[in-house]
């Protein structure tokens, strides 16, 4: 007789803006592994779900059938930090790094890890693109990028992670994975680039389930599909993810209220997500009206960078990128001509 487990066997750290959605549609059907209802289910970033309760986190997740590989994908994990909840008093120079991994370890320590890597200066302009589109960035990426790159402001953005301010610090990939080498044996992460899974996706998804532990010959029928998340919600400024009408905005509303906010993470993710569907099929109907309308137009041209400020990103990524090739034991695609592939 099977019994029930509290344990993950795998999670996807991310990175932001890095194909983890596509990851995330690939693995969730593989016959031999379970995934939650949705992407983005984080625990050890969050406080605000830490104090709740490992026990009422997994319940929220849902997870069925014990005898398969359990997961969770969520770009929350690479943000080299920890989120603050409205009700902490926590002093935020008290996170870094190590913080987000050593919780995982002392949770999960045979957890297997998995990271996929894009270009740090691309995967910049990409979240930049989305904060826009969204109505939540006005600022051009170059003074975006001018303002970000001030040592006092990369202090702060690695020390308290923002989507508003983590342009540049989410792709310092060697400082964040650092802190999970400094923490995990190497074995239990395996490294990826968004150039491989664009390329050959069926290989690099093969990699992954061998990692994990399931029968690598299952190739699903959406392999090849290149997923965005958030992408119905984008250019919906009154029911975009910052509003009060939305979803998430109703959930912040209720964090306030010790109780409800109790009550709302006890939900299995699956109801949660039943939810938010009626939202997400209006989001969508609008978000289509808008592009009828060239409501994206706005938005777009103040994503298109200079030379500059490309140059300036290149310049910053080039000691963490060789920071990170000294840990890897290889070197990313975007130094390279040709790319070298990772091992586990």
């Not at 209802?37 to 309760?53: C, M, N, Q, R, T």
Request: charged share 25%.
């Amino acid at each position: 007789m099977q019994t029930a487990k509290d344990v993950l066997d795998f999670i996807v750290i991310g990175a932001q803006k890095s194909g983890t959605t596509s990851l995330f549609e690939y693995l969730r059907l593989h016959p031999e592994i379970t995934l939650p209802a949705g992407k983005e289910a984080p625990y050890f970033s969050h406080d605000g779900i830490v104090e709740l309760g490992w026990g009422t986190y997994m319940r929220k997740l849902a997870l069925v059938d014990p005898a398969r590989k359990w997961g969770t994908v969520t770009t929350h994990y690479m943000a080299g930090g920890v989120y603050q909840s409205a009700i902490d008093n926590l002093a935020a120079g008290e996170y870094d790094e190590r913080t987000v991994p050593e919780r995982i370890r002392a949770r999960l320590p045979d957890v297997r890890l998995i990271a996929i890597l894009r270009d740090p200066v691309q995967r910049a302009r990409s979240h930049h693109r989305m904060q826009a589109m969204e109505g939540l960035e006005r600022r051009s990426f170059s003074d975006a990028i001018d303002r970000l790159l001030r040592p006092e402001m990369l202090e702060r953005a690695r020390r308290s992670p923002e989507e508003s301010t983590g342009y540049v610090v989410w792709g310092e990939y060697g400082r964040i994975l650092g802190g999970y080498l400094d923490v995990f044996p190497r074995e239990q992460l395996l490294v990826t680039f968004t150039e491989e899974l664009e390329r050959d996706p069926a290989g690099v998804l093969a990699r992954i389930e061998r990692f994990i532990g399931v029968r690598e010959d299952f190739e699903p029928p959406n392999i090849g599909t290149r997923y965005r998340q958030g992408a119905s919600e984008r250019k919906i400024p009154w029911l975009g993810p910052t509003t009060r009408l939305s979803p998430q905005g109703v959930q912040r509303a209720l964090t306030g209220d010790a109780r409800a906010r109790a009550v709302w993470h006890m939900i299995p993710q699956a109801a949660q997500r039943r939810i938010r569907h009626p939202y997400e099929r209006l989001a969508f109907r609008i978000a289509l009206w808008n592009r009828r309308a060239g409501a994206e137009t706005n938005g777009a041209s103040a994503c298109e960078p200079d030379e500059d400020a490309v140059e300036r990103l290149r310049e910053h990524f080039a000691h963490d990128a060789q920071r990170l090739s000294a840990r890897l034991g290889v070197s990313p695609p975007w130094l390279t001509a040709a790319g070298t592939s990772p091992g586990p």
